[in-house]
């Protein structure tokens, strides 16, 4: 079973800066397509970014410029650098981990953005 933990979520103000982490267990991280989405209330789940064992990364077209999703192998771990937040970037974010038909989440974590 692979877990997945998100952290670095938080309240911030406009045009502030967050960092999420998710760290996740096991041995074959550096196989998983690993993406974050985002849920808003009353709001569908939605693909915020995602990125490949090799690096390559997709972007939701209207964040493009503001985050940027990385990952670290020897760490387990993939990051997501958001910056110049807006109150409607406010939802909670998943981490998600998918290879071949298995597909696993994280718990998710808030992000609040609001003066």
């Known amino acids: 079973q692979v877990r997945l933990v998100e952290s670095g979520g938080g309240l911030v103000q406009p045009g502030g800066s967050l960092r999420l982490s998710c760290a996740t267990s096991g041995n074959i991280f550096s196989r998983f397509i690993m993406g974050w989405y985002r849920q808003a209330p009353g709001k569908q789940r939605e693909l915020v970014a995602s990125?490949?064992?090799?690096?390559?990364?997709t972007y939701a077209d209207s964040l493009k410029g503001r985050f940027t999703i990385s990952r670290d192998n020897a760490k387990n771990t993939v990051y997501m650098q958001m910056n110049s937040l807006k109150p409607e970037d406010t939802a909670v974010y998943y981490c998600?981990?998918?290879?071949?038909?298995?597909?696993?989440w994280g718990q998710g974590t808030q992000v609040t953005v609001s003066s």
């Open positions: 998600n981990a998918k290879l071949s038909v298995s597909n696993y």
């Open positions: 990125i490949t064992s090799g690096g390559l990364t």
